[in-house]
């Protein structure tokens, strides 16, 4: 079956066709129809990955030296207070990032799902509450709360005075010498060595990726395999679901935040406010675009800081998260509270419209899919993942650092 | 700890009240079954007095979680009866012609300053059970708590010009809008629950100060606890809502604050 032949066939002939397809497995080339809209919607995900743009923020961005740096710190013990936790710890490379556990476990119990690190770089604000609007901001936050790492400043320069390899690799990315600096300023600088090296952490094309280039490359070009239930799914995505309202663009997140229903109690007498607490945060930290520590010497990268305002709705919102990688990081929600994908399809097929302000987010409303339309939806995001760009730089033996004099 | 670290993390953790210098009076507050699971009486008035709210306007599907509440706190809770038995209701009650019967047998057992919240929209509101919620507010004088658009306010007004309304949300619509319904119906009250524009970082921009000038005396505060969550909201929302009042003539912040609510609390219980 090639392309032209199934653009040519009616909604019968279509549902007939897929009907006797079984498994979603599909012949290359197999395509379905996708008219004019579709078309256009799918070819809003794309392309991937983006082109990589230094964060002004961080004088650190790109630097070969403070990336190198960054993996160093991520993944040492000794970022801990007490020399139990690095980053990697609940971030694992091997699962997507993350701990794969509902919350996190620091020094104690944490409310929050650990997310995953791939494409960070291009987020606009980091955190499930978004109290933090850069990459090196948020690396400060596990390092100094009590419950995660529980260090600070003092502790990470005396951390980086006394390892040599980590002393010499600072001194390279630094234009200031280190014994000068203030404590807070090399607990910025080891930060944004981290987020130096969480900017490498990008993902390769994905099944829909391909997908989607030979989709617009039109029926002339051979298309790659792509089964035909996450075609279907790919279809619900864009069309009655609806997910691509929020879940927009090739990162596919809008990067902001909503409420979804999902409950934000953490305990008795305690909820996690979500965006109001991370709006909160960004009004009174030492560690945001508008403050000392960004180096974008314009402020242009501050801009969407300034006129945050604290707005009713924000209460109990959270981040809207890339699915690049979905399958990878379960489970899923600002609490893990959802185990797999298909308990999150189930979400929305089932959404309590009762826990949504009426006059809040009117996009959502019980989508009712068919058993065959939620593991369809499934597929499809199942065909979101790819490994790594780069991955031999992740794990590798460190060379020692030579000093530049 | 050193203090940037404390307001790092400050956002995971709930803040007690910071301003509890202007008394305020909470115009829209649930307390359903939900709510009640998660937050028994006892938590939930601790809570509100940890807000510093003087008095709270709840109603609740079912009533049982107000009247909990009005028991366990009399001198804080004013009840207001809602017309859904439990969540779910909200776009089938005005066709349920059991609602009538169990309001009126509420309002004849119980004390209650207004029926509400209900949403009621359009043409919807001359349905024959909503009339009849219209006119056992006049028989047993208590206010209107409206979650509706300006048409549905209009068609109350029609069936009783001597109604008291309180437009929950104040309907969602502009300053100017909302102007224009306040010069209309001199009984509108308006509550600016789940509204977050008359703040712009704690200023008050000029079309709603210019309302609020023209209309001293009928604007409520409100936060709108729809899921039981939202309960925690009610410390941040009065802190907020200090920010800006203090941004108006003390006079007239007041008013917002607590008296407007005050005065119509009075005209319902003070019969």
Same mark, same amino acid.
């Given at each position: 079956m090639n392309w032209t032949r199934l653009n040519l066939v009616d909604g019968f002939m279509w549902s007939f066709m897929a009907g006797i397809v079984s498994c979603g497995t599909a012949n290359a080339g197999d395509v379905l129809p996708f008219d004019d809209q579709e078309r256009a919607l799918i070819e %809003? $995900?794309?392309?991937?990955?983006?082109a990589f743009v230094k964060d002004? %923020?961080?004088?650190? %961005?790109?630097n070969q030296s403070a990336i190198e740096l960054g993996r160093l710190l991520f993944f040492n013990r000794r970022l801990a207070v007490d020399g139990t936790l690095s980053c990697a710890t609940c971030h694992r490379p091997a699962t997507g990032f993350t701990d794969g556990l509902k919350t996190a476990v620091g020094r104690s119990n944490l409310p929050r799902n650990t997310p995953g690190l791939v494409n960070l770089r291009w987020a606009r604000w980091y955190g499930w509450g978004g109290g933090a609007d850069s990459l090196w901001a948020q690396s400060i936050r596990p390092i100094v709360a009590p419950q995660e790492m529980a260090s600070s400043g003092g502790p990470i320069k005396r951390l980086l005075s006394v390892d040599k390899n980590l002393a010499c690799l600072y001194n390279k990315t630094s234009a200031v010498n280190f014994d000068e600096q203030t404590d807070e300023q090399v607990l910025v600088g080891a930060a944004k060595a981290l987020a130096a090296f969480q900017e490498t952490l990008v993902t390769g094309a994905t099944p829909f990726d391909k997908f989607r280039i030979a989709l617009l490359a039109g029926p002339s070009n051979p298309t790659t395999k792509y089964p035909l239930n996450a075609q279907r799914g790919l279809k619900l995505f864009i069309g009655k679901g609806q997910c691509n309202l929020c879940h927009f663009g090739p990162l596919f997140t809008n990067g902001e935040f909503g409420d979804i229903g999902i409950p934000f109690f953490i305990g008795n007498g305690k909820v996690d406010k979500g965006r109001y607490g991370g709006l909160q945060n960004l009004k009174t930290t030492r560690f945001s675009l508008t403050g000392i520590h960004s180096d974008d010497a314009t402020k242009q990268s501050a801009l969407k800081v300034r006129h945050l305002a604290l707005q009713d709705r924000n209460w109990g919102e959270f981040k809207v998260p890339s699915l690049r990688n979905v399958a990878e990081t379960a489970p899923y929600m600002h609490n893990g509270s959802l185990a797999s994908l298909a308990d999150v399809v189930r979400h929305y097929s089932?959404?309590?419209?009762?826990?949504?302000h009426v006059d809040g987010e009117k996009i959502l409303k019980p989508l009712r899919l068919t058993e065959r339309e939620s593991s369809d939806l499934v597929a499809f995001l199942k065909t979101l993942s790819a490994p790594l760009?780069?991955?031999? $730089?992740?794990?590798r033996r460190s060379p020692v650092c030579s000093p530049v004099n | 700890m050193k203090i940037w670290m404390a307001t790092l993390i400050a956002g995971f953790l709930a803040v007690p009240s910071l301003a509890a210098d202007r008394v305020l009076i909470d115009g829209h507050v649930h307390y359903s079954h939900d709510a009640w699971e998660m937050l028994p009486p006892k938590a939930a008035i601790k809570v509100l007095r940890e807000a510093g709210l003087k008095k709270v306007f709840v109603s609740s599907s079912s009533d049982e979680g107000t009247q909990m509440l009005y028991r366990q706190a009399p001198d804080i809770i004013v009840p207001v009866l809602r017309p859904y038995r439990k969540r779910g209701e909200l776009s089938t009650w005005f066709r349920d012609e059991t609602v009538d019967d169990m309001i009126a047998d509420r309002l004849s057992k119980n004390t209650y300053a207004g029926i509400g919240e209900f949403h009621i929209f359009g043409a919807d509101t001359d349905l024959p059970v909503v009339r009849n919620i219209v006119k056992l507010a006049n028989t047993h004088k208590v206010f209107l708590h409206a979650h509706s658009d300006s048409d549905a306010v209009d068609r109350i007004f029609a069936q009783d010009p001597e109604a008291r309304v309180l437009w929950a949300h104040s309907g969602f619509v502009a300053p100017q809008a909302i102007a224009e319904m306040l010069a209309k119906h001199k009984n509108l009250w308006s509550d600016l629950a789940f509204r977050s524009e008359q703040s712009d970082d704690g200023k008050v921009p000029e079309p709603w100060r210019k309302v609020f000038t023209d209309f001293p005396d009928r604007f409520v505060i409100g936060t709108d606890t729809y899921t039981p969550e939202r309960w925690y909201y009610l410390v941040d929302h009065a802190n907020w809502s200090r920010q800006w009042l203090n941004d108006l003539p003390n006079e007239l912040a007041d008013k917002i604050a607590f008296k407007n609510a005050e005065t119509l609390m009075n005209w319902a219980l003070n019969k």
């Open positions: %809003s $995900h794309g392309p991937w990955p983006p002004p %923020s961080n004088r650190l %961005s790109g089932e959404i309590d419209e009762e826990r949504l760009l780069q991955t031999t $730089h992740v794990t | -």
